[in-house]
């Protein structure tokens, strides 16, 4: 890559390879995702909602009836020895039984945390499991999880946002905090690469997230598991963290990806802030078990 198609956040020009929609924590549908990534002349773009591929098809009618390329992916929670860790798996089968049974009992476990979180919520503020499914944009098929609750605390006007509702009693360090079951990291490596897939670690350099990141040798030890890649290009990665991701992805032969990490209006993260090249597209596109809709 030349120096006019790089900076320091990565490609100049390429595909966002990390957007959620309505069928998880996002606020916009698939077909407005591709509507926006044509109008910023992205090259493509990949729906990785949570847990779920239940908005594939609308991305697919949507990217066919616009021509743009659309890569299918997903985003799965995990942890590793107590770091919660954001896992992108791109084009795998989605009929693999693995993958399935991955995300039934993940989504299953989410409603049943999320139920209980809004109860302690409840003691202190007025909402109700009625109130967070109201902010459900697709019923059943929607990954639920603390956006919908930080939705429901704005509608009753507790907050003026989703990100100061984060900030505060959906916090990671509130009291009404619950953690997200999940399976290890090294599970979703596996099954993803049993389904035909590309594993990539999502934001593994973001301190808002984990005051603990994932170590050198974490990120070895999923590397001899299948890993394929990195997210290195991500706004939540600071310089330092950047430069030491790119050498761990130099030294394990580990793709370098980027992505917004968008969801409409529910972050101020914008579409295609940050981008993965054509030729790391091409070689997730090469390893995968599907192919690219267009």
Not at 16 to 22: E, F, I, K, N, R
Not at 73 to 85: K, R
Not at 118 to 132: C, G, H, K, N, Q
């Amino acid at each position: 890559m030349t120096s006019d198609e790089y900076n320091d956040c990565g490609p100049v020009s390429g595909w966002d390879l990390h957007c959620h929609t309505v069928f998880s924590d996002g606020t916009k549908t698939p077909a407005e995702l591709v509507d926006i990534a044509c109008a910023k002349g992205l090259h493509g773009v990949a729906i990785t909602d949570h847990d779920t591929t239940a908005g594939w098809n609308d991305a697919r009618i949507a990217a066919e009836s616009r021509g743009l390329t659309l890569l299918r992916g997903s985003e799965i929670t995990a942890q590793d020895d107590h770091v919660s860790v954001h896992m992108l798996a791109y084009l795998y089968d989605p009929e693999n039984e693995g993958i399935v049974e991955l995300f039934r009992s993940t989504r299953q476990a989410r409603i049943e945390r999320a139920r209980r979180m809004v109860s302690r919520l409840a003691e202190d503020f007025p909402i109700t499991w009625d109130d967070v499914r109201d902010q459900i944009k697709k019923g059943e098929e929607t990954t639920v999880g603390r956006p919908h609750m930080a939705d429901a605390l704005v509608a009753a006007g507790f907050y003026r946002t989703r990100s100061e509702a984060f900030a505060g009693a959906i916090s990671s360090s509130s009291k009404y905090y619950i953690p997200t079951p999940s399976p290890t990291a090294l599970q979703v490596v596996q099954v993803v690469r049993q389904a035909g897939g590309v594993s990539v670690v999502a934001h593994p350099g973001d301190y808002s997230r984990n005051r603990i990141l994932l170590s050198a040798s974490q990120i070895r030890r999923l590397a001899d598991a299948g890993l394929g890649g990195l997210e290195v290009w991500h706004r939540g990665n600071g310089s330092d963290e950047r430069r030491r991701l790119l050498n761990l992805a130099d030294e394990l032969g580990l793709l370098v990806t980027g992505g917004s990490d968008w969801h409409g209006a529910g972050k101020p993260n914008e579409l295609g802030e940050n981008l993965t090249s054509d030729d790391v597209v091409a070689q997730i596109v090469q390893r995968g078990a599907i192919g690219l809709v267009s």
